[in-house]
């Protein structure tokens, strides 16, 4: 062979020998992370956190990722799945477009587009928004050997979560907790019943009646011994159950919290959203969004001089709103501020405790009171940050600390934020549209001009 | 003459050209107005999120208002006379004659060109030094997305430039080039069409995927690595063309 076909031929190697070192170096680079993130708060780099429950992973996990084919969240969440594969080779994941693919999503329970299913070991968890700390959670969730036991207390008019009411029952926060891989049952503590041992959280959702001081003897000596109880405790409810709650520096107040600003848009004045998250607790700071509570009353930590309490407030109510001391309120539905009877906010509502202890081998009892029980029902737990305040204290109360504290780095203001005045964005417009093309136009016209002039 | 000479010939060329003006002010003014509404847009509905970066990645990166896009538009009326000019009025022969090597005619072409973009992008860093007085810019991801620029720039000058090495119609080698980094844009926009491996391949293959991790302020070995391979590639393809006509006869 020789002339024209010869160089053809050369040309024809040499095109499909550079294409497929191209092809060959970036597949060796697909499973290598070699980058460098510049971004202020290193938003594309796994957290020492992510990168540790990735390298013990015992089990593959395998992640499919259900996407709508033009969501522009795509390239960041594969991006994400992508880091998570370089680290461990256990993990595997797919996207699948749920629009071409309906039945794929039917089959593993998803319905909307963002979904992540994460498997292993014959377990399963589904949850949307894909974020880091999400997918972290959700892989050590169903990697891990035990499943904690959560109790919910029966015995004094609680919500139950085998109650599928709108308004009273909580079988959607059974399902939630469910989903985080906690086995929930009821339980009762009448008449000298113990706590079992197994038991990782005890929750007393809401009691009507008041609760026996014998049954509130047995729940002081859990927390005692280490044990970890969530109160959801509703205005004028089960009376003595604010005395025992105040033995632990938590001062339960007799009054229904009322915000006019920040009530439910068409609902009552009673029913608002809690817009003042804690940053000091990872139980609220986790939060994407504000709890939405309705009839709530204040609850407060009272510092302890001795030290053997220490206490965080979780949730404050808004500036505009005030704690009322109208003994009327829950029944007419509306009040209006009066001095001398009321208190002006923001009003805490909802208080973390953890029990110092001098013994060694107990480990220090923690204690969640939230001064409302309907955000967690059926009806209001899909709302806002209801369902991950539940979860988030759950997880905090069972020292599963790692579901709850990898956040979101905070925003740094006036960094990731930025605002513009109605006179700097006409600046801007002026600045790139008008006097930057003009500079160009009038330096070629003088170009040309002299050009022509100067032959 | 010598790659210096060649280069300042050809920078000169652009310079003394009015279509240079006129690319360079509709760039800046399309440029402008983009940022203007992208920034209106996100201060009003992005009040209180963190949105600093994902502006710069709308601004740089996203389609269709975009800086991407207007190069994307502007470069092929930049690289069309590079050689389908030389060839048109037969200058081609007279450079061919020189002693010089095609690959000096080439870079000498091809560092004229990049540095045409260059004044260009840098026409742009208008936009963030205005948004750094009004408050503090992270300038790293910053500089990251105009790296990003960069490489797209330079990606788009290699491809412009072998087709008009093919041609010597200017319009057709302007044509012909948007065509192809046009499908280079959309080469991942087609998930109806394709199984989701085939789609993989072809997300590794485009472009605007790679550039968008630059975008967002990431520099990542297999994206720099992917423009690297995509600029020699076209260029190799250049100087096979420019060497063609030797053993092509014509």
């Known amino acids: 062979m020789n002339g024209p076909w010869r160089q053809w031929l050369q040309l024809a190697v040499a095109s499909i020998g550079l294409a497929g070192s191209m092809a060959m170096t970036e597949a060796i680079l697909a499973r290598h992370v070699l980058r460098v993130d510049l971004t202020p708060d290193r938003a594309y780099t796994l957290a020492q956190h992510s990168r540790q429950v990735l390298e013990n992973l015992r089990h593959d996990v395998r992640v499919v990722a259900f996407l709508r084919a033009d969501d522009p969240r795509n390239h960041e969440i594969e991006d994400l799945l992508w880091r998570l594969r370089a680290v461990s080779s256990r993990v595997s994941y797919s996207v699948v477009d ?66 599928s009411d709108r308004q009273r029952g909580m079988s959607t926060a059974r399902a939630a907790l469910a989903g985080e891989f906690y086995d929930v049952q009821p339980l009762s503590v009448l008449a000298g019943g113990s706590v079992p041992a197994d038991a990782s959280v005890v929750i007393l959702a809401g009691p009507h009646a ?41 001062a339960v107040g007799d009054d229904v919290i009322v915000d006019p600003e920040n009530r439910l848009f068409a609902g009552d004045v009673l029913t608002m959203t809690i817009p003042g998250l804690s940053p000091r607790q990872p139980v609220s700071a986790a ?83 939230v001064g409302d029980s309907d955000f967690a029902n059926n009806f209001f737990i899909e709302y806002l940050g209801n369902k991950d305040l539940l979860a988030n204290a759950v997880n905090w109360l069972a020292h599963e600390e790692e579901l709850v504290g990898v956040r979101p780095q905070q925003q740094q203001p006036g960094v990731n934020q930025f605002f513009v005045s109605a006179r700097q964005g006409r600046a801007a417009f002026w600045l790139g549209t008008v006097v930057q093309p003009a500079v160009f136009l009038v330096v070629g016209m003088v170009v040309f001009l002299r050009r022509r002039f100067t032959g | 003459m010598s790659f210096l000479a060649l280069f300042r010939k050809e920078l000169r060329s652009y310079f003394v ?91 000498a072409k091809y ?17 963030p030094a205005y948004l750094s007085v009004l408050q503090p810019l992270p300038w790293a991801p910053l500089l990251s997305g105009y790296l990003g620029l960069l490489f797209l720039g330079l990606s788009f000058i290699a491809c412009g430039l072998f087709i008009s090495a093919l041609t010597e119609n200017q319009v057709v080698a302007a044509i012909a080039t948007l065509g192809i980094l046009l499908l280079c844009f959309v080469l991942t926009w087609n998930e109806a069409a394709t ?56």
């Open chain 1, 98 to 163: 749920i629009n071409r693919n309906p039945m794929a999503a039917r089959q593993f329970g998803v319905n909307a587009d963002g979904a992540l299913v994460v498997e292993s070991d014959g377990r399963r968890k589904v949850f949307s928004n894909p974020s880091e700390p999400l997918l972290i959670a959700a892989i050590l969730q169903i990697t891990r050997s035990d499943k904690k036991r959560v109790y919910f207390v029966t015995d004094h008019g609680e919500r139950s979560p085998q109650d």
């Open chain 2, 111 to 127: 560092t004229a060109c990049a540095s045409i973009l260059l004044v260009l992008l840098a026409g742009t860093l208008v936009y």
């Open chain 1, 287 to 369: 939060l994407k969004a504000p709890p939405l509570f309705a009839q709530a009353r204040s609850v407060e930590f009272v510092a302890d001089t001795e030290a053997r309490f220490g206490g965080v407030s979780l949730l404050e109510s808004s500036p505009a709103s005030w704690r009322s001391g109208d003994p009327d309120v829950l029944h007419a539905g509306t009040t209006t501020y009066v001095d001398g009877r009321d208190v002006r906010g923001p009003v805490s509502v909802a208080v973390s405790v953890v029990m110092r202890s001098n013994a060694r081998d107990v480990p220090p009892g923690r204690l969640i009171v």
């Open chain 2, 17 to 107: 050209s009015p279509l240079f003006y006129v690319v360079a002010a509709v760039f800046s003014c399309l440029c402008g107005f983009f940022f203007y509404t992208r920034l209106i847009f996100f201060v009003e509905y992005g009040f209180g999120v963190n949105i600093l970066g994902n502006f710069w990645l709308a601004f740089l990166a996203g389609a269709p208002y975009s800086i991407s896009m207007v190069l994307l538009l502007v470069m092929p009326l930049l690289t069309m006379r590079l050689l389908a000019e030389e060839k048109k009025l037969g200058t081609i022969e007279l450079l061919l004659t020189y002693p010089l090597r095609d690959r000096t005619i080439l870079a």
């Open chain 1, 210 to 250: 008041d609760v026996l001081p014998a049954e509130l003897q047995t729940l002081a000596d859990y927390l005692a011994r280490g044990g970890a109880l969530l109160v959801m405790l509703d205005p004028q409810q089960a009376p003595n159950l604010v005395a025992f709650l105040r033995s632990y520096h938590v």
């Open chain 2, 195 to 250: 199984s989701p491996p085939v789609l993989r391949v072809l997300a590794q293959m485009s472009m605007f995927d790679h550039f968008e991790t630059l975008a967002r302020g990431v520099i990542d070995a297999r994206d720099i690595l992917y423009f690297v391979f995509f600029i020699s590639f076209f260029n190799f393809l250049t100087l096979r063309a420019l060497e063609s006509r030797t053993w092509r006869g014509r």
